[in-house]
């Protein structure tokens, strides 16, 4: 492994609406390259990583620490950031990869944060971040901390072939147990699933069950994206190697789609798979709305609430209007309980939108979402 420091000139991604996914306002990258180096990781597209090999070369942002407090002083800000979940790794770099141990990066960033009092989001797939149980004990005793880890299945052996250098599924699990066991929330981003391998009912339903067994919050399920170019390449070199005979099947569902997609078709099947064995285990799909309530503002929740509506909709096969409802909220930026009266003159917001609206203004939750997530 090669090590590069480096001085960043600028860290914290804004985002210009909360992530439904993640319930971000807020991203960064402490490292650049990762070697965990999984195998289908997205991170190593030409697009996001052009110096040296991505599980190889590895860029260390020094500097991060310094720009993050710069960011966050009020004292040096005109506006002050809003409140709202700061993302810590997922992406393209583990912010707790092995190089974390010794420069103690992430470690830095979430004192910080601690210090100006922001919830965090963190996503790996490392038991490193036991090391900082501590600083997630405090954030959490004044935000309500997540803990996600990610996995393309909960099999060990399989997790060899894909997740080379990181730990085992079981041994993630068990680090969960011990997260939660401190009363911190956890996620399972059963994402990429690996088609034809972990993307079974099989496969997946021994996921969620896994999950639902050591009490794991919610999981945010998603498909493999193969973009052209070296990523696709890396990942069917391993698949050529492991499971010859699914080449043709990736060929058939995968057909140079620009953002690496699979086919409508595919995504549809494993989806439903999905949706049918969470209602089996009734887990929650998408982030609870009870966990980051309060650590969000008024607008956010809206908006988050209808991408949850939005979601929850189209995995049942039905037409939805709350996407587009939620990305027009995104574009205001008063509060909008200050605009009620006229929110059904926004784009996209009809009568029934209006009423699931109104109803997040007047009494903090959504009747039709609950609904949505017990049937
Ligand atoms: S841990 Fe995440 S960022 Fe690192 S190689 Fe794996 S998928 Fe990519």
Request: aromatic share 10%; glycine share 6%.
């Given at each position: 492994?090669?090590?590069?420091?480096?001085?960043?000139?600028?860290?914290?991604?804004?985002?210009?609406?909360?992530d439904?996914w993640?319930?971000?306002?807020?991203g960064?990258?402490?490292?650049?390259?990762c070697?965990?180096n999984?195998?289908y990781?997205?991170?190593r597209?030409?697009r996001?990583?052009?110096?040296?090999?991505f599980g190889k070369?590895?860029?260390?942002?020094?500097?991060?620490?310094?720009?993050?407090?710069?960011?966050?002083?009020?004292?040096?800000?005109?506006i002050p950031?809003?409140?709202?979940?700061?993302?810590?790794?997922?992406?393209?770099?583990?912010?707790?990869?092995?190089?974390?141990?010794?420069?103690?990066?992430?470690?830095?960033?979430?004192?910080?944060?601690?210090?100006?009092?922001?919830?965090?989001?963190?996503?790996?797939?490392?038991?490193l971040?036991?090391r900082?149980?501590d600083?997630?004990?405090?954030?959490?005793?004044?935000?309500?901390?997540?803990?996600?880890f990610?996995?393309?299945?909960?099999?060990d052996?399989t997790?060899?072939?894909f997740?080379?250098?990181v730990?085992?599924p079981s041994?993630?699990l068990?680090?969960?147990k011990?997260?939660?066991?401190?009363?911190i929330t956890?996620?399972?981003?059963l994402?990429?699933v690996?088609p034809?391998?972990?993307?079974t009912?099989?496969m997946?339903?021994?996921?969620?069950?896994?999950?639902k067994?050591i009490?794991?919050?919610?999981?945010?399920f998603?498909?493999?994206?193969?973009?052209?170019g070296?990523?696709?390449?890396?990942?069917?070199?391993?698949?050529?190697?492991?499971?010859?005979?699914?080449?043709?099947e990736y060929?058939?569902?995968y057909?140079?789609?620009?953002?690496?997609?699979?086919?409508?078709e595919y995504?549809h099947?494993?989806?439903?798979?999905?949706?049918?064995?969470?209602?089996?285990?009734?887990?929650?799909?998408?982030?609870p709305?009870e966990?980051?309530?309060?650590?969000?503002?008024?607008?956010d929740?809206?908006?988050?609430?209808?991408?949850?509506?939005d979601?929850y909709?189209?995995?049942?096969?039905?037409?939805?209007?709350?996407g587009?409802?939620?990305?027009?909220l995104?574009?205001?930026?008063?509060?909008?309980?200050?605009?009620?009266?006229n929110?059904?003159?926004?784009?996209?917001?009809?009568?029934?939108?209006?009423?699931?609206?109104?109803?997040?203004?007047?009494?903090?939750?959504?009747?039709?979402?609950?609904?949505?997530?017990?049937?």
């Open positions: 492994m090669n090590i590069t420091e480096i001085n960043a000139k600028s860290l914290l991604r804004k985002h210009k609406r909360i439904s993640f319930a971000a306002r807020y960064m990258n402490l490292y650049r390259g070697s965990h999984c195998v990781c997205d991170g597209d030409e996001y990583f052009i110096d040296g090999e070369d590895i860029m260390v942002k020094r500097n991060a620490p310094e720009l993050l407090r710069n960011e966050l002083n009020p004292a040096r800000k005109r950031i809003k409140k709202g979940y700061f993302m810590i790794g997922g992406g393209v770099s583990d912010s707790y990869q092995p190089i974390e141990e010794k420069y103690k990066i992430t470690k830095s960033v979430l004192e910080i944060i601690n210090s100006y009092n922001y919830p965090v989001h963190i996503l790996t797939k490392s038991t971040v036991l900082d149980l600083l997630l004990k405090e954030n959490n005793e004044n935000n309500k901390t997540i803990v996600s990610s996995f393309s299945s909960v099999d052996d997790s060899k072939i997740e080379p250098n730990a085992a041994e993630k068990e680090v969960i011990k997260i939660k066991s401190k009363g956890c996620g399972m981003y994402m990429p690996i034809f391998v972990t993307d009912k099989e997946i339903t021994a996921s969620v069950k896994k999950a067994e009490g794991i919050d919610f999981i945010i998603g498909g493999l994206t193969l973009k052209t070296i990523q696709k390449n890396y990942f069917l070199n391993i698949l050529n190697k492991f499971y010859p005979h699914l080449l043709c060929d058939m569902i057909q140079n789609d620009k953002w690496g997609n699979a086919s409508d995504y099947s494993i989806n439903q798979i999905f949706f049918s064995v969470a209602s089996e285990y009734k887990m929650k799909i998408r982030i709305i966990i980051i309530d309060g650590y969000i503002d008024e607008n929740k809206v908006i988050f609430i209808l991408d949850c509506i979601y909709t189209k995995i049942r096969n039905k037409k939805s209007p709350f587009y409802a939620a990305y027009s995104s574009k205001i930026n008063e509060p909008l309980s200050s605009i009620r009266k929110i059904d003159k926004i784009n996209g917001v009809g009568a029934l939108t209006k009423k699931i609206i109104c109803e997040i203004i007047d009494t903090g939750k959504s009747t039709y979402l609950e609904k949505l997530q017990i049937n």
